[in-house]
T-cell receptor, first 114, second 113 residues
Framework: EAGVAQSPRYKIIEKRQSVAFWCNPI?????LYWYQQILGQGPKLLIQ????????DSQLPKDRFSAERLKGVDSTLKIQPAKLEDSAVYLC????????????FGSGTQLSVL | AQTVTQSQPEMSVQEAETVTLSCTYD???????LFWYKQPPSRQMILVIR??????QNATENRFSVNFQKAAKSFSLKISDSQLGDTAMYFC??????????FGTGTRLTVIP
């Protein structure tokens, strides 16, 4: 079974630039999550999709972050403009229904904002 | 509000020995799920073990087992016969319904040969 695919694996940008991350979940998984993991901390949810609808985006900094999930499959997360404090690993995960199940994670994108 | 606390930032264990990682949580819900995830240097989070709160029996997965104390809101992970491949960050997490999977700050485990 193919896993959750993420790209790019690494990204270095300067502050105020924009960046986009891509995620392809496991086929058939209805729920997709984007997490931000700052060094030394646990992952923090940015946004949760159920199919192509948003379930929870309460911790997404909407003035600079945006995310979409086209046709309920692939998803992109964008930051514009980036700040120094956005330096983190961005993890994408998916699950079949999202209710108390195992989450399958991608390998993440490590973002460095200089 | 959900909170998950892991009070041990780092731990080490000799190969083949047993180690226990601690986790406490707080929730006002009666039905929820608890998880331990492992994150090796590759960054990919991998599920170690899962516990349903309404089940009193502690979950086990081969060398991994939990001690789930619902009244005390405690969910510790025991790793038996530790192996070098167990070296990783371990995160405790809690989910209520279909809501956010809320993670603790993690414990870095090192298995010493």
């Amino acid at each position: 079974e193919a896993g959750v695919a993420q790209s790019p694996r690494y990204k270095i940008i300067e502050k105020r630039q924009s960046v986009a991350f891509w995620c392809n979940p496991i086929s058939g998984h209805a729920t997709l999550y984007w997490y931000q993991q700052i060094l030394g901390q646990g992952p923090k949810l940015l946004i949760q999709f159920q199919n192509n609808g948003v379930v929870d985006d309460s911790q997404l900094p909407k003035d600079r972050f945006s995310a979409e999930r086209l046709k309920g499959v692939d998803s992109t997360l964008k930051i514009q403009p980036a700040k120094l404090e956005d330096s983190a690993v961005y993890l994408c995960a998916s699950s079949e229904t999202g209710y108390g199940e195992k989450l399958f994670f991608g390998s993440g994108t490590q973002l460095s904002v200089l | 509000a959900q909170t998950v606390t892991q009070s041990q930032p780092e731990m080490s264990v000799q190969e083949a020995e047993t180690v226990t990682l601690s986790c406490t949580y707080d929730t006002s819900e009666n039905n929820y799920y608890l998880f331990w995830y492992k994150q090796p240097p590759s960054r990919q989070m991998i599920l170690v073990i899962r516990q349903e709160a309404y089940k009193q029996q502690n979950a086990t997965e081969n060398r991994f087992s939990v001690n789930f104390q619902k009244a005390a809101k405690s969910f510790s992970l025991k790793i038996s016969d530790s192996q070098l491949g167990d070296t990783a960050m371990y995160f405790c997490a809690q989910q209520t319904g279909a809501n956010n999977l809320f993670f603790g700050t993690g414990t870095r485990l090192t298995v010493i040969p």
